[in-house]
Structure formats: structure tokens, C-alpha cells
């Protein structure tokens, strides 16, 4: 499987700087992290979504975008710039900075920008990758479940396939 823009992303200097600065930012947080194990949930259970819907996607391109899409968190925690926002600015100069032609940047800034945005048109990979960033998180197994601001119906309260 090529993911080559996704490996040069995980070894691009600014990414692996803005994943420091936010690890260092979340060291106490209580609730949902993020982190590349959080990545790369959001890019598997977007695949098996994808697959499951009979739709086909590159993987490279949805690995790339799980990489970076909560990359703005940390400007959300120090200058309150909404993370899509911010991570797709971020984005874009790690993008450069790896050659990603224009196509897959255009493709991957979109669902970064989108991956908080309940609107997406119906099985648009917008929202499926939305679906998939809600489904990756474990709040069964969460301590801090029930002081977390997420609505209750939202919470993902069993094991779902
Ligand atoms: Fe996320």
C-alpha cells in the first residue's frame, strides 16, 4: 500500500514539532487526547467505513489527514483559534513542505476544515471522516466520562461494528 505522503508527514520537522508542543499541552489533560494513536483510530475506522460503503478512497490521502487533523489543537489552547481552523494553516505548510501535489492537499485541507462540521453532505468523505473522528473515541472505558461537556447521545456508550 503506498503511503508515501503520509510517512513523509511523520517524519516532516514542523509535524513532529507541533505534535511535541501539543503532547506537552495535553500532559494533564483528563479527557480525550490527541494523539497518534487517536490518528491513526480516525484513519482506520475511516477505511472500514469507506469499505463497508463500497467507496474508494486512497489511502494515502486519508492517512495524511488523520495525521493532521487535530494538529491545530494547540493554537486552539494557546491563542483560541478553532483547531480546524488552525490546523488547517498548519496543514498546508507541512503539505508544502512534503510535495504534496495540489490535488491531495486540496482533498485533505477540506476534510481537516470539515471534521467538526455536522452538515457534511451525506456519505461524502467529509462525513465519514467526521463519523470516524466521534467513533474513535472510547468513552465506555473513560473515567472522565461523566464530567466531559459532550452530549450524552453523542458518547460512544458500547462496542459498535
Ligand atoms: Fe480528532
Known amino acids: 500500500m503506498n503511503l508515501e505522503i503520509t510517512n513523509r508527514i511523520l517524519v516532516n520537522e514542523t ?8 503532547r506537552k499541552l495535553e ?4 479527557f480525550c487526547g490527541h494523539d497518534i494513536e487517536h ?12 469499505t463497508e460503503k463500497g467507496i474508494d478512497v486512497m489511502p494515502d490521502l486519508i492517512y495524511s489527514a488523520s495525521l493532521l487533523h487535530d494538529i491545530g489543537r ?5 491563542e483560541n483559534i478553532p483547531h480546524h481552523m488552525a490546523g488547517k494553516e498548519t496543514a498546508e505548510k507541512i503539505l508544502d513542505e512534503v510535495s504534496c501535489d495540489d ?10 476544515l470539515n471534521h467538526r462540521n455536522q452538515q457534511n453532505e451525506k456519505d ?4 465519514i471522516f467526521y463519523t470516524a473522528d466521534k467513533k474513535s473515541r472510547l468513552c465506555f472505558a473513560c473515567a472522565s466520562r461523566n464530567i466531559c461537556n459532550w ?7 458500547k462496542i459498535e461494528v
Request: glycine share 2%; net charge positive.
Open 15 to 22: 509535524y513532529r514539532k507541533e505534535l511535541d508542543t501539543l
Open 103 to 112: 490535488g491531495m492537499k486540496k482533498q485533505i485541507l477540506s476534510l481537516i
Open 124 to 127: 461524502s468523505l467529509e462525513s
Open 74 to 78: 494547540s493554537k486552539e489552547y494557546t
Open 39 to 50: 490518528f491513526l483510530d480516525v484513519a482506520r475506522i475511516t477505511m472500514i467505513i469507506c
Open 151 to 157: 452530549q450524552e447521545e453523542r458518547k460512544n456508550i
Open 27 to 30: 500532559k494533564d489533560r483528563i
